[in-house]
């Protein structure tokens, strides 16, 4: 049954397309291998669209998807003749209808439909904000239980555009505690009979649902972009990008070359800068990320701030850069702060502080002279609309069921059943 295998990309070994986030024999990434090298569009509203490259069986009925469009106002502002925007989040004037507004919502669908498709009923999940917005609203929508560990600093984005349900629970981390320990206490939930880790980047539906950024942009330019910008904390969308380019590439009809990638982080907090402009494959956290906690509390763009990303490992962020002949840049939060105000006055839509890190990417590369004035530039506002949507919706916080001192608190104190 399926549409897919699962190919472990350090030995080769493939799996039938179950629940798996591992290769049982190493520590390497799985990756979907469709049956179909051709992308064929399917008739749906959203991201079903994109189907027959995601790890479900049934159309995804969600109107959640990414869109792109070709700048004019930004574009000209910047010198360039061919900058498209991927915008994920809420605009309706252009069809942008992700009410959780950022492209964690385009894992989530494929994340939680591929869980009901196994069998499995709930799922635990660590965010920094976005990724746990994204999961509590689809939970909302179809009631399977989702676990959402949050640190303090995600605790003001936790709202949804309807009314909260019961099978959101939600644990808040006391203060002293970051992203990197929600983690750590999700890990642990996660070895609770009957509750599946939502996986990270190890997650292929998360992969390859954010993958319909590249897919959207190739199916709406009619190639592969040249460029291709986004800041990252995980970097997960990036790899994702790559992933989906490199389906792309062999479809044929979009080109023969992939997307360079242009990936950013928020100074001080830039690890996977570090590391990449020191070419070296792993993080050195002394070195790479002094004093992570100050340093995170620092950055405007506080969802990019992530201690163990997925860089070192095969599959992962470096080989990512490697593959794309890639480039990192560390952004100031005056940077970002400008490019945000920029972005916003001309495009005439608000975007949401990563977003802003990755214009200012955009602008540093032109100034570097990374990018020519007639590339295809990709742009990936992976999240924004936000003050757009509150002019339509209604937004509930969700209220913690738990809260948790530290990651190693014992889990009878956190779960409620
Ligand atoms: C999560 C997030 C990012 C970073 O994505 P990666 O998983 O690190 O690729 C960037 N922008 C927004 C809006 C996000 O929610
Ligand atoms: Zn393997």
């Given at each position: 049954m399926g549409n897919y295998n699962l190919k472990c990309l350090q030995c080769g070994r493939s799996y039938l397309g179950d629940y798996r986030l591992k290769c049982d024999d190493d520590d390497?990434?799985?990756?979907?291998?469709?049956q179909s090298k051709e992308l064929d569009l399917k008739n749906a509203p959203g991201i079903g669209k994109y189907n027959e490259w995601l790890p479900v069986q049934d159309l995804l009925m969600t109107e959640a998807a990414p869109i792109t469009y070709k700048s004019e106002e930004l574009a000209n502002e910047l010198e360039l003749s061919?900058?498209?925007?991927?915008?994920s989040g809420y605009w309706p004037e252009r069809n942008a209808l992700i009410k959780t507004c950022s492209f964690k919502e385009l894992e989530a669908h494929p994340t939680i439909q591929r869980l009901i498709e196994s069998d499995h009923s709930s799922l635990v999940l660590a965010s920094a904000g976005n990724t746990g917005r994204a999961f509590a609203h689809v939970s909302?929508?179809?009631?399977v239980d989702v676990?959402?560990?949050?640190?303090?600093n995600g605790m003001s984005r936790m709202w949804i555009p309807e009314e909260p349900s019961d099978s959101i629970h939600l644990i808040k981390m006391d203060e002293g505690n970051d992203y990197t320990d929600a983690i750590h206490l999700a890990d642990r939930i996660a070895k609770v009979p009957g509750i599946m880790p939502e996986g990270g980047a190890r997650n292929i539906a998360r992969r390859d649902g954010m993958g319909t950024v590249m897919l959207d942009a190739a199916v709406t330019i009619k190639q592969i972009p040249d460029h291709y910008f986004q800041a990252i904390g995980s970097g997960t969308g990036a790899i994702a990008a790559w992933e989906a380019a490199l389906r792309l590439r062999e479809d044929g009809r979009f080109g023969d070359h992939i997307s360079k990638l242009h990936l950013s982080q928020n100074l001080p907090f830039a690890p996977m800068v570090n590391a990449w402009n020191a070419c070296q494959r792993k993080i050195i956290p002394e070195i790479d990320m002094p004093e992570p906690k100050k340093s995170i509390s620092d950055i405007f763009a506080d969802v990019l701030s992530n201690r163990a990303p997925p860089y070192s490992v095969k599959g992962g962020v470096f080989d990512a850069l490697e593959d794309t002949d890639g480039l990192m840049y560390g952004i100031t939060n005056n940077e970002a702060k400008e490019a945000k105000a920029l972005f916003e006055s001309l495009e005439g839509i608000?975007?949401?502080?990563?977003?802003?890190?990755?214009?200012?990417?955009?602008?540093?590369?032109?100034?570097?002279?990374?990018?020519?004035?007639?590339?295809?530039?990709?742009?990936?506002?992976?999240?924004?609309?936000?003050?757009?949507?509150?002019?339509?919706?209604?937004l509930s916080n969700i209220e913690p069921v738990a809260s948790a001192k530290n990651p190693e608190i014992p889990l009878e104190d956190v779960l409620d059943k």
């Open positions: 390497s990434f799985v990756q979907a291998e469709y061919n900058l498209y925007i991927s915008f909302a929508l179809n009631g676990y959402i560990v949050v640190p303090p608000d975007i949401l502080p990563p977003s802003a890190v990755a214009v200012a990417s955009l602008i540093k590369s032109i100034d570097a002279e990374n990018v020519d004035k007639d590339d295809v530039i990709l742009l990936n506002i992976a999240g924004g609309g936000v003050e757009r949507l509150k002019e339509d919706y209604t």
